[in-house]
């Protein structure tokens, strides 16, 4: 089979020259080859602190001069687990849009991993990895990456998923009557029309990331104390020492940290994605990066970039015009992958069976009445999620709205917000109990602040996204035919972001549930503070390794999450299809 593969490779690239562009070196490349060369030594750090030896106790040294590497540790782990978001995000999004029969089974599936919290799984997780590489740090490592990269992926498949699904019926005419395939029409229809809402899910994303980070780096399992060096391992210990100094070093590390992530990154990114607005009259304002326009002016990036989309069009184009011989060709091989294949489906399903299995197994210890409580601290949980959903939405579309239609607006805030929603919450926990603590507020009510913190960025990023993307011809119509402010936003504003807006309230929904096991259980200066609900419970149970309780938590918790999404935000997801897709 090997062999069948290698002729087809060599007949599709062999024939092929790589196009030859003298390069112009400026300055620019000079400070670029710098910068690679610097980020290759970083990662042989990263390398050596992965394949070091594994230990049972890491002492993490809270000397501030250390904070660069530990930041630089945490920055590594969250770009890992975007890169495996974002392939997770352009597979599971695609598949779950283009095969009806597989949306039935995903979309639900994805609303269940969207409410699981980390600590539901962090334990199986954390423990199977860990004995897969007993002697180094690589298992930890990719537990806490893992950990991450289930902070960060919902929202952006839930953004993907829906933009494919309100994809405008006369771009889908259009590539009808040019009768594109399957990869023409999502390379120059479906990804660009996803782009802006995919983008500031992105930034979204790493800030959800970033949430957890002090679970994902420090976290307590039965009497095994797990840690790895990083910015949120830091902070924890700092929290747990009670060492405030140390407290304000970990934020300054990571205002750093976001403030270099927005101006390299996020910035450059928003900026390139301004070309996939849907004008007809021009786009009103072009956000700007002084990081881009450089990258624009090096010759080095230039003749890459040119030297990548040559294999990519020139593959592409041969593929899809020597279809029917290349089907041929592979024929061969076509046979065993499909053997390949239903053997996968079958080791899924047989391993899904045995897992159910264990589970009845683990949970004949419940008794009713702890159903009962698990079921009554279920509805709290719910209604602390809603509270806090609902809140965020109060000033979130109204400042979305403000910003996304703004030029003046957007170039001041766009920033800040993106640094502020960053910024992982759970470092901001401990001031605001004190401060819920003197004004004699319990965590019952003041969990609802702290699920806020996290949520409310959720609904702000899709309602920016949404604005954004409101064509400028459909804006200068409405002022041509002298709409009033209220019309505007009544008849034009509100409907344009509403596919927006809904996805909002999903993800932002998803992340309030998993912030519910920090947001209803703190600890400190070792006096524990608790909320009766699925969080709390969820958080002593993993810590007191009651695996049977925390089964029955997580269960109950997904149970309610899945009933709720079918019920209300499948109904509106229907009417954003059908009434508020812009055509």
């Given at each position: 089979?090997?062999?069948h593969?290698?002729?087809?490779?060599?007949?599709?690239?062999?024939?092929?020259?790589?196009?030859?562009?003298?390069?112009r070196?400026?300055?620019?490349?000079?400070?670029?080859?710098?910068?690679?060369?610097?980020?290759?030594?970083?990662?042989?750090?990263?390398?050596?602190?992965?394949t070091?030896a594994?230990q049972?106790?890491?002492?993490?040294?809270?000397?501030?001069?250390?904070?660069?590497?530990?930041?630089?540790?945490?920055?590594?782990r969250?770009?890992?687990?975007?890169?495996?978001?974002?392939?997770?995000?352009?597979?599971?999004?695609?598949?779950?849009?283009?095969?009806?029969?597989?949306?039935?089974?995903?979309?639900?599936?994805?609303?269940?991993l969207?409410?699981?919290?980390?600590?539901?799984?962090?334990?199986g997780?954390?423990?199977?990895?860990?004995?897969?590489?007993p002697?180094s740090?690589?298992?930890?490592?990719?537990?806490?990456i893992?950990?991450?990269?289930?902070?960060?992926?919902?929202?952006?498949?839930?953004?993907?998923?829906?933009?494919?699904c309100?994809v405008?019926?006369?771009?889908?005419?259009?590539?009808?009557?040019?009768q594109f395939?399957w990869?023409?029409?999502?390379?120059?229809?479906?990804?660009?029309h996803?782009?802006?809402?995919?983008?500031?899910n992105?930034?979204?994303?790493?800030?959800?990331?970033?949430?957890?980070?002090?679970?994902?780096?420090?976290?307590?399992?039965?009497?095994?104390?797990?840690?790895?060096?990083?910015?949120?391992?830091?902070?924890?210990?700092?929290?747990n020492?009670?060492?405030?100094?140390?407290?304000?070093?970990?934020?300054?590390?990571?205002?750093?940290?976001?403030?270099?992530?927005?101006?390299?990154?996020?910035?450059?990114?928003?900026?390139?994605?301004?070309k996939?607005?849907?004008?007809e009259?021009?786009?009103?304002?072009?956000?700007?990066?002084?990081f881009?326009?450089?990258?624009r002016?090096?010759?080095?990036?230039?003749?890459?970039?040119?030297?990548?989309?040559?294999?990519?069009?020139?593959?592409?184009?041969?593929?899809?015009?020597?279809?029917?011989?290349?089907?041929?060709?592979?024929?061969?091989?076509h046979?065993?992958?499909?053997?390949?294949?239903?053997?996968?489906?079958?080791?899924?399903?047989?391993?899904?069976?045995?897992?159910?299995w264990?589970?009845?197994?683990?949970l004949?210890?419940?008794?009713?009445s702890?159903?009962?409580?698990?079921?009554?601290?279920?509805?709290?949980?719910?209604?602390?999620?809603?509270?806090?959903?609902?809140?965020?939405?109060?000033?979130?579309?109204?400042?979305?709205?403000?910003?996304?239609?703004s030029?003046?607006?957007?170039?001041?805030?766009?920033?800040?917000?993106?640094?502020?929603?960053?910024?992982?919450?759970?470092?901001?926990?401990?001031?605001?109990?004190?401060?819920?603590?003197?004004?004699?507020?319990?965590?019952g009510?003041g969990?609802?602040?702290?699920?806020?913190?996290?949520?409310?960025?959720?609904?702000?990023?899709?309602?920016?996204?949404?604005?954004?993307?409101?064509?400028?011809?459909?804006?200068?119509?409405?002022?041509?035919?002298?709409?009033?402010?209220?019309?505007?936003?009544?008849?034009?504003?509100?409907?344009?972001?509403?596919?927006?807006?809904?996805?909002?309230?999903?993800?932002?929904?998803?992340?309030?549930?998993?912030?519910?096991?920090?947001?209803?259980?703190?600890?400190?200066?070792?006096?524990?503070?608790?909320?009766?609900?699925?969080?709390?419970?969820?958080?002593?149970?993993?810590e007191?390794?009651?695996?049977?309780?925390?089964?029955?938590?997580?269960?109950t918790?997904?149970?309610?999450?899945?009933?709720?999404n079918?019920?209300?935000?499948?109904?509106?997801?229907?009417?954003?299809?059908?009434?508020?897709?812009?055509?």
């Amino acid at each position: 089979m090997s062999n069948h593969v290698t002729k087809i490779f060599h007949k599709i690239w062999g024939g092929f020259a790589i196009p030859h562009k003298p390069i112009r070196f400026r300055w620019i490349d000079f400070l670029l080859v710098l910068g690679i060369a610097g980020l290759f030594y970083g990662l042989v750090s990263v390398e050596r602190e992965w394949t070091g030896a594994w230990q049972q106790t890491v002492e993490i040294d809270l000397n501030p001069w250390l904070l660069p590497k530990y930041t630089f540790f945490s920055m590594v782990r969250g770009i890992i687990a975007y890169c495996l978001s974002l392939m997770f995000t352009l597979v599971y999004g695609y598949w779950a849009a283009k095969d009806k029969i597989a949306e039935k089974v995903l979309v639900p599936l994805l609303d269940i991993l969207q409410s699981i919290p980390v600590l539901g799984f962090m334990p199986g997780l954390v423990l199977t990895l860990v004995g897969l590489f007993p002697h180094s740090n690589i298992g930890l490592e990719l537990a806490a990456i893992i950990m991450i990269f289930t902070g960060q992926v919902w929202n952006m498949t839930f953004s993907f998923y829906h933009s494919l699904c309100t994809v405008p019926a006369d771009m889908r005419q259009v590539a009808s009557i040019f009768q594109f395939n399957w990869w023409q029409t999502l390379n120059w229809i479906e990804v660009p029309h996803a782009a802006i809402g995919l983008i500031w899910n992105s930034m979204m994303s790493m800030a959800g990331g970033w949430f957890f980070l002090m679970i994902s780096e420090a976290f307590v399992l039965g009497h095994n104390d797990f840690r790895l060096p990083g910015v949120g391992s830091y902070m924890s210990v700092a929290v747990n020492h009670g060492n405030f100094p140390a407290m304000v070093y970990a934020i300054i590390a990571m205002i750093v940290m976001v403030v270099l992530l927005d101006l390299f990154l996020w910035r450059p990114v928003v900026a390139w994605s301004q070309k996939f607005k849907q004008e007809e009259t021009g786009a009103q304002f072009i956000t700007s990066s002084f990081f881009l326009n450089w990258l624009r002016k090096a010759g080095l990036l230039q003749y890459i970039g040119g030297l990548f989309d040559y294999f990519i069009n020139t593959g592409t184009r041969y593929f899809f015009s020597k279809k029917k011989a290349y089907v041929e060709e592979s024929r061969r091989i076509h046979f065993p992958f499909r053997i390949f294949v239903w053997m996968m489906y079958a080791a899924f399903i047989g391993l899904f069976g045995f897992g159910c299995w264990r589970l009845s197994h683990l949970l004949q210890v419940l008794s009713l009445s702890s159903w009962g409580h698990i079921s009554w601290y279920g509805c709290l949980t719910l209604l602390r999620v809603l509270s806090a959903v609902a809140i965020g939405t109060l000033w979130a579309l109204p400042a979305g709205l403000m910003i996304g239609l703004s030029p003046k607006l957007s170039r001041i805030f766009q920033p800040v917000i993106q640094i502020v929603a960053s910024f992982p919450a759970p470092m901001l926990f401990t001031p605001i109990i004190i401060f819920l603590q003197i004004i004699s507020v319990g965590l019952g009510f003041g969990s609802i602040v702290l699920m806020l913190l996290g949520t409310q960025w959720y609904i702000l990023f899709n309602v920016i996204a949404g604005a954004t993307s409101i064509p400028a011809d459909l804006r200068e119509s409405s002022r041509l035919f002298g709409m009033s402010r209220w019309q505007r936003l009544k008849n034009l504003y509100v409907p344009a972001v509403f596919p927006f807006l809904v996805t909002g309230w999903v993800t932002a929904t998803g992340g309030a549930w998993n912030a519910s096991i920090v947001a209803e259980y703190a600890i400190f200066r070792g006096q524990t503070l608790t909320a009766r609900g699925l969080g709390a419970m969820i958080s002593q149970s993993a810590e007191k390794a009651d695996f049977a309780l925390l089964t029955g938590a997580v269960l109950t918790m997904s149970a309610i999450v899945v009933i709720f999404n079918r019920v209300v935000w499948r109904s509106l997801y229907n009417i954003a299809e059908k009434r508020y897709a812009i055509e």
